[in-house]
Every structure is written in structure tokens, then in C-alpha cells.
């Protein structure tokens, strides 16, 4: 694998490359500080790594005894004892004494990709164990988030004597009362952060609960459903329930759900989730799942999927029921077996995410004026909140995240009712707690609802207090947000150029993925490279190509960066040297493969040499 050398580093402080003030106001920075660039070379010499995945190692904080097992994450070394989980030994129990008295068991979900996953492997394994349970997923406009009293009704009137919530009902205390009342078991698996009061419910297996001492706060719901599932296998197995008539589920063979529902609820791809989503990929890649390989066929998606593809081109199908459509479309989609009928559905949810995204388009052009209105000229205020009678509460999520990466602040989008009610959606930046500050907000009486995590948070409240709600979150978030936006930094794992960026060097770099929220995709820089073509296509993406000094080229793109500074910044230096910093992807096309360079940012470099380090 061809990669320039390193220069030791003299000055932790320099900016790598020497850029100060990119194109988009950053600081690059060398992701390894001196004693992880030790480190690496240390993994050089002992694993005989190649150099840059050396790097790309260290700077994810890996030890150099445990190079080995980074490199190939199981399941069984990384599985923990279920019953470390508070309740989880009552929630097995259960499960399968329900299984064993064959009860009518209903499932009630979340509309959104964690919760279609989460439905869908209780499901399947609930039927492999000879029942066949009810499974809700409320509408998101009528119902809105978790249990509520009419639907629990409605599944303790189809008879199901246990019911089990899953991506939800840490916080429906009411509801599950309700079912309580009304003679069923209750059951929640969820892992959204608690309120002050926790549910009356026979078990509540979340370990981001206080009194949870797992340590396994960070898997999304998918993941904790197939922790339980392995508790229940092992409790059945131990009762004598599988037999060669009914054989035990192999829950290694369900992986593609656990991977999809994990990716896309942005968990942390670190410990055990990331040997659930190495190994779900590797299921996915087989194609032997009616439902995921309609999905993958939808999206056009013929190579092997990557943890990426998870979250831009499969998740938002599925979302798109939820969101615009059907709530249960996805989970129907996942437990389908007729490859007629997955392709039907899988059909229709491609058509309803084409629809979502025109909606989305709409509504993103309004709230950007408006966010844009609201800063004013001097750029000031630390977070944003808009709001429109015209939105759709589905997309409010989706626009929320668009303004939040377009100002680099926390951003609310909500949807105004008729009533006057408004439902919204908010997205925070690294460092900013936003699930905490609504939750506060909920406690102080501003919010009707709200709740969430440090990244994500959902609110409802009435019109005549958005403005009241707008500077609360300004008082509670303004010294979060100042320093994390004073720390605009992009930190870059190496240098190469242009001749080293073949397919064999991302494969190698692929070694130390899958990549993700906790596990950052790897950054490399292109020094001194010139931009000798540049053209605008599809929706505000910009087409690229670099030159570099021995006449070696790579293919490049820019996504959604017209009108925006990085979009400014390379049409206006067409034919001139730049640094490049970007991400790496293998493009697969009628049987050949090429690398792609995603660009993330650009600087125009010093009049002296650069420095590669």
C-alpha cells in the first residue's frame, strides 16, 4: 500500500497541513497526538499493519494488545451475561413461560427503523416458539410516540395476556397502567433515557434506567431485544422446550435486523454493537433475507452493503411508513417471506421515501429563511427553533438535522396544528446535551411532552409558547454550544495522494470499520492537489476531479455543497491547488470497482511547502 511518509511531530499545536481556516472555518488537526503516533508505529512493527491503518487504529483509541481482536469483533467475547441488565431475569421468565402456556402476546413498537427492527425480531422469534403475537405500531400523526390508552385497549380485546413494548415505554406511565388494569403482563424493552417516574410494570429492561449497573447503555433497542432473545433461548433450552420439531431459532442468522436498527438509530459502533453490525453485514451480504434483499434491490444497492448504505439508503425507506405512509409497513416488510410480496412493499416504501424527500425539500427552504431571519446578519443565537402550520410531522426530524449541520448549532423544527399544537423534532452537535435540557423544560411545565438523548429529542407544545421555549433552550444550551462550535475542528487520520487511493487501500482501511457514530469513518487528506474539473449534478452535488503532482487522478464528489461554502470554495478555485480532506468509498459499477473520494472540506494551501505529517 503506497502512503507518503511521516514527519515526526514537532509542535502538537500546528494545524495539519498547515491549515488554520479552511474553506468552511475549520482547524485541521492530526488525529494522533504523540503518544498515539508511538502507538501506531508500535502496531507497524508488532502486527506488521500497514502504515495508515496503523493510524486509522490509534486514533480510535485502540491499545496495542488489543490490535487482534479490534480487527475481527465477535459476539461471544463481547456478549455479556444477560441478567447484568436490571429486570432482565423477570423478563425472561416471562417471555418464556408465555411461550410455554402459548399466550397471545402483543408487541407494540415505534415507527421509526430501531423500533421496525426491534418488532420484527421479537416477532420472529416469538413464531419460530409456535405463536403468533399481535404487533401496533402507532401512527405517528394520530397516536404520536409510545403506548397509548386506545391501543392498549384494543390488543387486551384481541386477548393478549402479555404485552411488550419495545423502543418505548420507559416514560407511558399512564398507558401501561391502563394495561395493568386491564389484566395484562407488561413487559418494556427500551433504552431512551428515563423520566422521574418509571413505569408499574412486571420488568423495565433499559440500561440507561438509574439503577441499571450494565454498562450497556449505549446498544439501541434492536440490540437489547437480542440480548433478551438470548436469555430466552438459553431459558428455554434449560425447560427442554426446543425440540427437532421445533428447533431452536438461530438468532446469529437474524443479525441483518440488529445491523439496520442499530446504524440507524446512530448508535455508538463500539463493543458490542459493533460485532453486531460486522456480523449483521456480513448476513446482509449473503442475500438470503426475503425482506432486507427486497429492500437492498429498491435501493439499487447490487454490492455489499457497508454500514453506510444502512443509514442513507435502507433506514430512510423504511422510516418513510412511519413517517409519510403506513407505521407497519416496515415491520411487514421484515417479516415477509413471498419475495412477491416484499418486492411489493418494499415498492411502495421507495415511493413514499421519493415522496418524503420532496416534502422534506419544501419545508427544509422555509425553515432555513427562517433560521437564516433569526440569526440576523451578526450570526447571532445558539440554537435554533422553527416552526410552520404547513410542515408535515413527519420530515420535522429530517429538517432538523439539515439546519443543524448547515449552522453547526442545535437546531428544532416543529409542525404546527390547527389546535394549536405543535409537534417537533431536534437535533443537537457534539457536546450539547439536548434530551437533558428538554427533559428540564418538560419538569419546569413549558413542554406538554418531550424526552430523548444527548443527540436527538422529540417536543410537544403549545403555539403560544414557542417563543418562551426558544429562549429557554437559548439559556440552557448557550455555554455548551459556544464552546463546542469554538472547537471547530476536523481532525484527519493521514495524507496520501492520489496514486495510493486504490481499492485495495480502502479495503485495507475497511479493517478497522464498520464505520459510524463512535467509530469515525477515516479522514484523509489530498495535499496539493489540483481541482481540474468541476460540475454541478443532481440535487446541489458538485462532481469533482483532482490532479496530483505525478498526473495520478481520483474521481470526487461533494455532497449537497452548492450554495454552501465548501460548494463556493471549489467553484471559485477550478484549475488551482488545493488540500483536500474527505472520506473514502469503493463505487461499484457493472462489475468494476473505483474509488470514490467524498471531499469534506478544502483549504487553499500556504505559498511554502506543505507539510505531510
Known amino acids: 500500500m503506497t502512503a507518503t511518509a511521516t514527519i515526526p511531530v514537532l509542535d502538537d499545536r500546528m494545524p495539519f497541513l498547515g491549515v488554520a481556516n479552511s474553506v468552511t472555518g475549520k482547524v485541521w488537526r492530526d488525529r494522533l497526538d504523540a503518544r498515539a503516533t508511538s502507538r501506531a508505529l508500535a502496531m507497524v512493527q508488532r502486527y506488521q499493519l500497514p502504515e495508515m491503518l496503523a493510524r486509522v487504529l490509534a486514533g480510535r483509541g485502540v491499545e496495542l494488545d488489543a490490535v487482534e481482536s479490534f480487527l475481527d469483533p465477535t459476539i461471544r467475547m463481547l456478549m455479556p451475561d444477560p441478567f447484568k441488565l436490571t429486570d432482565m431475569e423477570a423478563a425472561t421468565t416471562r417471555i418464556a413461560d408465555a411461550a410455554q402456556r402459548r399466550e397471545r402476546i402483543a408487541i407494540f413498537g415505534d415507527y421509526d427503523v430501531d423500533g421496525a427492527t426491534s418488532a420484527a425480531l421479537l416477532a ?21 410516540y409510545g403506548p397509548n390508552v386506545d391501543a392498549v385497549r384494543a390488543l387486551a380485546a384481541k386477548g393478549a395476556t402479555l404485552l411488550i413494548t419495545v423502543d418505548c415505554g420507559t416514560t407511558s406511565i399512564e398507558p401501561l397502567a391502563e394495561a395493568k388494569r386491564l389484566g395484562m403482563d407488561v413487559l418494556v424493552i427500551d433504552h431512551h433515557q428515563c423520566g422521574d417516574e418509571l413505569p408499574a410494570v412486571d420488568a423495565l429492561v433499559n440500561p440507561n434506567r438509574p439503577d441499571d449497573l450494565s454498562g450497556l447503555g449505549q446498544l439501541a433497542a434492536v440490540g437489547l431485544v437480542f440480548v433478551t432473545l438470548v436469555a430466552v433461548n438459553r431459558e428455554l433450552r434449560q425447560r427442554g422446550f426446543w425440540t427437532m420439531e421445533r428447533p431452536e431459532p438461530d438468532l446469529l442468522g437474524a443479525l441483518h435486523h440488529v445491523a439496520l436498527g442499530t446504524v440507524a438509530d446512530v448508535a455508538p459502533l463500539v463493543g458490542l454493537n459493533r460485532a453486531l453490525v460486522a456480523k449483521g453485514l456480513i448476513a446482509m451480504r449473503r442475500r438470503d433475507h426475503v425482506g432486507h434483499t427486497a429492500l437492498m434491490d429498491i435501493a439499487r444497492l447490487s454490492g455489499p452493503p457497508e454500514a453506510w448504505h444502512l443509514g442513507f439508503l435502507l433506514g430512510p425507506r423504511i422510516n418513510a411508513g412511519g413517517r409519510i405512509g403506513r407505521a407497519d409497513l416496515g415491520v411487514r416488510l421484515l417479516l415477509e417471506d413471498d419475495p412477491t410480496e416484499a418486492a411489493r412493499i418494499a415498492t411502495e416504501l421507495d415511493r413514499l421515501n421519493t415522496e418524503r424527500r420532496l416534502i422534506e425539500q419544501a419545508a427544509e427552504a422555509q425553515a432555513e429563511a427562517e433560521a437564516l431571519a433569526a440569526l440576523g446578519a451578526e450570526d447571532k443565537g445558539s440554537v435554533i427553533v422553527t416552526a410552520s402550520e404547513g410542515w408535515h410531522p ?13 449552522f453547526f448549532r442545535p437546531s428544532f423544527v416543529v409542525a404546527l396544528e390547527p389546535g394549536g399544537i405543535g409537534t417537533g423534532s431536534g437535533r443537537s452537535i457534539a457536546g450539547v446535551d439536548l434530551g437533558k435540557a428538554v427533559r428540564r423544560a418538560v419538569h ?15 417536543v410537544t407544545l403549545k403555539k403560544e409558547r414557542l417563543g418562551e421555549f426558544r429562549a429557554y433552550m437559548e439559556d440552557a444550551l448557550a455555554d455548551s454550544v459556544a464552546k463546542s462550535r469554538n472547537a471547530d475542528e476536523l481532525f484527519v487520520d493521514g495524507a496520501v495522494t492520489a496514486r495510493a487511493l486504490t481499492p485495495e487501500f480502502v479495503k485495507t482501511l475497511e479493517r478497522a470499520g464498520p464505520f459510524g457514530s463512535g467509530n469515525a469513518e ?3 487528506a489530498l495535499p496539493a492537489h489540483q481541482l481540474v474539473h468541476a460540475e454541478e449534478v443532481g440535487q446541489a452535488h458538485l462532481r469533482l476531479r483532482f490532479k496530483a503532482g505525478d498526473g495520478a487522478t481520483i474521481n470526487a464528489i461533494a455532497f449537497r455543497s452548492v450554495g454552501q461554502a465548501l460548494g463556493r470554495g471549489l467553484t471559485e478555485n477550478r484549475g488551482q491547488l488545493l488540500h483536500v480532506a474527505g472520506y473514502l468509498a469503493i463505487d461499484r459499477w457493472q462489475g468494476a470497482e473505483r474509488v470514490q473520494f467524498r471531499v469534506a472540506d478544502i483549504a487553499v494551501p500556504d505559498p511554502g511547502p506543505a507539510l505531510i505529517r
Open 522 to 524: 477515516p479522514l484523509i
Open 444 to 458: 419546569d411545565g413549558l413542554l406538554m411532552k418531550g424526552g430523548g438523548h444527548a443527540m436527538a429529542a422529540g
Open 124 to 144: 420472529w422469534h416469538l413464531r419460530h416458539a409456535g405463536l403468533d403475537p399481535l404487533i401496533h405500531i402507532p401512527d405517528r400523526i394520530f397516536e404520536g
Open 394 to 406: 413527519g420530515i420535522v426530524g429530517l429538517v432538523a438535522s439539515r439546519l443543524k449541520d448547515k
